[in-house]
């Protein structure tokens, strides 16, 4: 059950800079294929933005970012396979949120992918404010505003035909 998985043994935090190899191996699964010395520098530079969700100590999901003027840019975020769709990547965006506003920032940008991760945003708030057609080595064809999900949907389907470009996301 859902709930019974949640409440028990479940601690979501900053993540302990000893616990830097696990969430790079998740990061580097799911996410960035970032260098591990690179991950230690922006490890150091944001410590209050690198997320741990632990089952029973052992780290299931992981959230980061930076900070870019006055937004905090969520730059990744994901939970292991065999826990997915159970919640655990809203509480741990929940979290995320609350240590953005402890450093007083009120606005988190997010980048998003297609498939069933592009409703992961909408359905914890966000509203998406632009689409952005990318290629393989992800230039960007093409930026547009969008107001609203349904907008955006209706102007990938231009940017697709028009660009036909490896992805286009929100």
């Given at each position: ?96 949120e609350k240590q953005a506003k402890q450093i007083g920032k009120r606005t988190i940008g997010v980048g998003s992918a297609e498939g069933f991760v592009e409703n992961f945003y909408p359905n914890n708030g966000y509203k998406p404010v632009e689409i952005q057609a990318k290629r393989e080595d992800h230039y960007i ?30």
């Amino acid at each position: 059950d859902f709930m019974d998985f949640k409440a028990v043994n479940m601690e979501i935090k900053a993540l302990p800079k000893e616990d830097l190899n696990k969430f790079w191996k998740i990061q580097n699964e799911y996410l960035d294929k970032w260098d591990f010395d690179y991950l230690k520098k922006q490890y150091s530079k944001y410590p209050n933005l690198y997320i741990g969700c632990y089952k029973d100590r052992k780290l299931i999901g992981i959230a980061y970012g930076f900070i870019k003027g006055k937004i905090v840019v969520l730059q990744g975020i994901a939970v292991e396979y065999k826990v997915w769709r159970r919640g655990i990547g809203s509480s741990i965006l929940d979290f995320f949120e609350k240590q953005a506003k402890q450093i007083g920032k009120r606005t988190i940008g997010v980048g998003s992918a297609e498939g069933f991760v592009e409703n992961f945003y909408p359905n914890n708030g966000y509203k998406p404010v632009e689409i952005q057609a990318k290629r393989e080595d992800h230039y960007i064809f093409a930026k547009e505003s969008v107001r609203g999900y349904k907008n955006g949907l209706e102007k990938r389907k231009k940017l697709k035909k028009k660009f036909n470009p490896k992805e286009v996301i929100f």
